[in-house]
């Protein structure tokens, strides 16, 4: 909300100076309570889906609410950027109810919260790590709401003054029920009902009493409050505003014999002047193209036209090893480009194009090995399936594109390393998006249990959420062709294979299971659009 906590003062008069709680609005006081009753409602023993898009919803509108006049929040497009994917994320929720859906509407909404906090924020990993803070620091601001009332010359006339508001209309209600009562005999029984049935419902609530109930109420309570109360939180943007967007020429103050050396120094480099450092970075670009010219000769050749694995090929050493170690090298390069052009390298002009052209090559050069990088894990996909890490790698050479030309902006702008953080922490947020709007578990179980493989992981697939048993079902006949099917779980110590009929026995067994559990684990707080068109779909089987 939009409230702001004034600070508290160190020292006062008084002792009720010193602990003066955060002012709350009135409709704060409303809305803290009610979350936490809905938090409790919604999430008490059940599972996620609907209920986190329902409390997500909840938040999103009471901070809207509260900044609806607080110009300098909506100014910020990284704010709506994060009220955009709040909403995408959770909609994702509801219809997917996948990992990376809940990950992406939970980390927006955070992302959301720091962003109200501070709006001048531009990086997404200070304005999530704002969020939290601010979040840490508003709970201890609401404490002295719990302690009891001291006593003083003042309470006495409290006491009356609240006792008229609340007493008196409740006593002028009591009289006008038992005027009703005794004239009217319909009003008669239908009021007894309803004592009767909250007498039911008291008598049924206390039993299911427990301290761990509490506990979680309590706990929808702190993250409502941490959520709707902002408690300015300023130092991830005090940090920030140090940062520019672009390189700044720095003289070196250092006078010999009053004259001012007509170099510039970076600091960093210790002795070295700006030449040697110059000659330096030269060398390295030059010696390195040449070298990642020729890995990408051979890659070009090997990989790129007509790949065969030889029989007794080791593809999982081909693909895990050299990929990683591939990725490696391709931060390494990133981070020796972002070294030499940290500073005044970028402003010495007579070798400046030179060692623009040998970076950019290098750069160049790096998008090659990506390719070649994801050709890798292409071959990998086409010859053993589809996997979450392989959907993974991808995710992160598209990042490490972005990156790469991210850099090419460093080298021919003369862009900081802030401004390079800043855009690729916005293609991570955006990555992030785009796979909570994935389906991905149902395109693996597709793709893996297509009739071009005679190797079948199933316990792979056995484990996948229960949206995928549908398609397990469907596509039952592909393990008749397979030669070899698996059913131990991944990460297991020793691989456990199965005749097809055995597998389908186990495809039979999870889905009997699921159905059998399903109406009495899964209530509509947990509802998803996936999951329940599983159901139906297997159901009707």
Not at 363 to 384: D, M, W
Request: with cysteine; proline share 5%.
């Amino acid at each position: 909300m939009a409230t702001l906590v004034a600070p508290i003062p160190a020292s006062g008069p008084t002792d009720a100076v010193r602990r003066a709680p955060a002012p709350l609005t009135a409709l704060q006081k409303l809305l803290i309570p009610a979350g936490a009753v809905l938090f409790d409602i919604l999430f008490w023993n059940q599972e996620t889906g609907l209920n986190l898009a329902l409390y997500t919803a909840f938040v999103l509108v009471a901070t809207l609410a509260g900044q609806a006049r607080q110009a300098v929040v909506w100014r910020s497009g990284y704010f709506r950027l994060m009220v955009a994917g709040t909403v995408v994320s959770a909609g994702c929720v509801v219809w997917y109810g996948s990992g990376a859906a809940r990950l992406a509407c939970l980390a927006s909404l955070v992302m959301l919260i720091g962003y109200v906090n501070q709006p001048h924020l531009k990086l997404v990993a200070y304005a999530l790590l704002t969020g939290l803070g601010g979040a840490l620091r508003a709970v201890p601001a609401l404490l002295p709401y719990l302690r009891l009332p001291q006593g003083g010359a003042g309470r006495w006339p409290r006491a009356r003054f609240y006792g008229r508001l609340l007493v008196l209309p409740l006593v002028v209600l009591i009289v006008f029920h038992i005027l009703f009562v005794l004239a009217n005999p319909r009003y008669e029984a239908l009021s007894s009902a309803v004592f009767r049935q909250l007498g039911e419902w008291l008598a049924a609530l206390w039993p299911a009493f427990s301290v761990v109930h509490v506990l979680f109420f309590l706990l929808g309570l702190l993250l409502t409050a941490a959520a709707l109360v902002v408690v300015p939180f300023h130092f991830f943007q005090d940090q920030e505003s140090r940062f520019g967007e672009f390189v700044r020429r720095q003289r070196d103050r250092v006078a010999s014999f009053g004259v001012r050396r007509p170099d510039f120094r970076v600091r960093a480099t210790g002795p070295l002047d700006l030449r040697k450092e110059y000659l330096a970075a030269l060398a390295v670009f030059g010696l390195v193209n040449a070298l990642l010219l020729l890995v990408n000769f051979i890659d070009v050749r090997w990989i790129w036209l007509g790949f065969t694995p030889e029989p007794g090929f080791d593809l999982t050493q081909f693909v895990h090893e050299g990929t990683y170690v591939l990725i490696l090298s391709i931060l390494v390069a990133m981070g020796i480009v972002l070294w030499f052009f940290r500073r005044n390298l970028n402003f010495y002009q007579p070798g400046l194009p030179a060692l623009r052209w040998g970076a950019t090559v290098w750069v160049l050069q790096n998008l090659v090995l990506t390719v070649s990088v994801g050709l890798r894990n292409y071959y990998y996909i086409l010859h053993t399936g589809l996997a979450y890490k392989r959907i993974g790698v991808y995710g992160f050479l598209l990042l490490t594109v972005f990156g790469l030309l991210t850099v090419l902006l460093k080298i021919w702008q003369r862009r900081s390393a802030y401004s390079l953080v800043r855009l690729n922490g916005l293609a991570a947020y955006g990555l992030l998006l785009l796979l909570a709007l994935g389906n991905w578990e149902i395109w693996i179980a597709r793709y893996n249990l297509s009739p071009r493989f005679r190797t079948v992981d199933l316990g792979f697939l056995l484990e996948m959420p229960e949206r995928v048993l549908p398609e397990l079902a469907a596509r039952q006949s592909v393990l008749d062709g397979a030669t070899r099917i698996i059913i131990s779980p991944p990460g297991s110590y020793y691989e456990t294979t199965a005749t097809p009929a055995q597998a389908k026995a186990a495809i039979h067994n999870r889905i009997t299971a699921w159905q059998r559990n399903y109406p009495e684990y899964h209530h509509w707080q947990s509802w998803t659009q996936a999951e329940s068109s599983a159901y139906e779909a297997l159901r009707g089987r």
